[in-house]
């Protein structure tokens, strides 16, 4: 059974009870704000700890009759990766995790519309959700169906690929707040030498990963020399969205 609502709905209903969650001890942001001066720049995002968000959507599979029931023996959910021949975002996020401690799948342990609004307005939509974290997965090496399983009462996660294996890496919301907390009391120095960093860094992946490397080259040139700060931010929304698919948010101390 497909979900009855959109990734769209999904992450910003989860976005949001994160947002809720971590207040009053952290203040969590957007990375990108709507709008940044350069004259400004100085006074945003000095410190902190950035995490990065893919929000996905798993089907419920209910029937004897499923693939990787014999797993289970009973109902669960199956997330399927993008297949390599017409996506490498799996590979990109992989990347990104080498970089970055904070990288997550994200998906809910729901499926139907009645049930996401339930878990909304009691706000459990963290709580009944799963991090995956990309550090932990393999790369995409063929081009072979790939899907992640998991069900509610179980840990961790099973990554199915030609020969399946069991990974012990799935975070429930609880758990992965608990993490973040934690982390965030102590945040990362960031500041301009780090979003010029990463832009850097993203380009390079975005590169050396594209199944359309022409199209990637010509079209979209990038000036890594003499951009302003409010450049270094709009390229950096451009890629994480676009190619990474992801939602970055910045958690930090309240001051």
Not at 6 to 12: A, I, K, L, T, V
Not at 113 to 139: K, M
Not at 202 to 230: G, H, Y
Request: proline share 7%.
């Amino acid at each position: 059974m497909r979900a009855e609502f959109s990734e769209f709905s999904y992450g910003f209903a989860l976005s949001y009870e994160i947002m809720s969650a971590l207040l009053p001890q952290v203040v969590s942001e957007p990375l990108f704000p709507s709008f940044v001066s350069d004259d400004d720049f100085e006074s945003s995002i000095e410190h902190g700890w950035p995490i990065f968000l893919r929000f996905k959507l798993a089907e419920y599979m209910k029937m004897p009759r499923a693939r990787h029931w014999s797993d289970y023996d009973h109902p669960f959910f199956r997330l399927a990766l993008p297949n390599r021949k017409h996506s490498n975002q799996h590979n990109l996020l992989r990347a990104l995790a080498q970089r970055e401690p904070e990288v997550y799948y994200a998906a809910p342990m729901f499926y139907r519309q009645l049930e996401f609004n339930q878990a909304f307005l009691a706000n459990r939509i963290l709580e009944q959700s799963v991090f995956i974290p990309l550090q932990a997965l393999p790369d995409l090496t063929d081009d072979r169906d790939h899907h992640l399983t998991f069900c509610q009462g179980e840990p961790g996660v099973r990554w199915h690929s030609q020969t399946g294996q069991h990974l012990e890496v799935s975070k429930s919301g609880k758990k992965w707040l608990a993490q973040v907390k934690e982390r965030a009391a102590a945040p990362r120095e960031l500041g301009l030498p780090y979003f010029v960093e990463l832009r850097s860094a993203l380009i390079e992946m975005v590169k050396q990963r594209t199944l359309q490397p022409d199209l990637f080259l010509l079209d979209l040139p990038f000036d890594l020399e003499n951009a302003s700060p409010r450049v270094v931010f709009r390229d950096l929304r451009y890629l994480l969205v676009t190619y990474f698919g992801v939602e970055t948010i910045v958690l930090h101390p309240r001051a």
